[in-house]
Nanobody, 132 residues
Framework: RVQVVESGGGLVQAGGTLRLSCLHS??????????IGWFRRAPGKEREAVAC????????YYPTSVNDRFTIATDNASETTYLEMKTLKPEDAAIYYC???????????????????????WGQGTQVTVSS
């Protein structure tokens, strides 16, 4: 059964660290060369890509608009991809989503919401709140 489930969100103080997890079981059978992406939607803003990773080979992709405080990593054995966020700021507060898609969409659209929007498998999201 294919599923994408995020966890690890919560309340953290500004300057703190949080690691989100995305369990994406079965995506290897659904997509050829699956790409896992992390996204966020802050209140009043559109959903934006934060980081992407080639699940099988580990290559990472970060949109140019994203800072270097976030790191994406994956564990093939557990079918889990992580997003580590350091030195969190109040403006990082958002619902964070995980999604999976085939590598061809990354090649065409880059690490972007557009690459995953049409055929990506999405999780329900996990809320991150940062107190100042």
């Amino acid at each position: 059964r294919v599923q994408v489930v995020e966890s690890g969100g919560g309340l953290v103080q500004a300057g703190g660290t949080l690691r989100l997890s995305c369990l994406h079981s079965g995506v290897g059978e659904t997509f050829e060369k699956p790409i896992i992406g992390w996204f966020r939607r802050a209140p009043g803003k559109e959903r934006e890509a934060v980081a992407c990773i080639n699940w099988k080979y580990g290559m990472t992709y970060y949109p140019t608009s994203v800072n270097d405080r976030f790191t994406i990593a994956t564990d093939n054995a557990s079918e889990t991809t992580y997003l580590e966020m350091k030195t969190l700021k109040p403006e990082d507060a958002a619902i964070y989503y995980c999604a999976a898609v085939g590598h061809g969409y990354l090649k065409q659209y880059g690490c972007s919401e557009e690459a995953f929007r049409r055929v990506g498998l999405w999780g329900q999201g996990t809320q991150v709140t940062v107190s100042s």
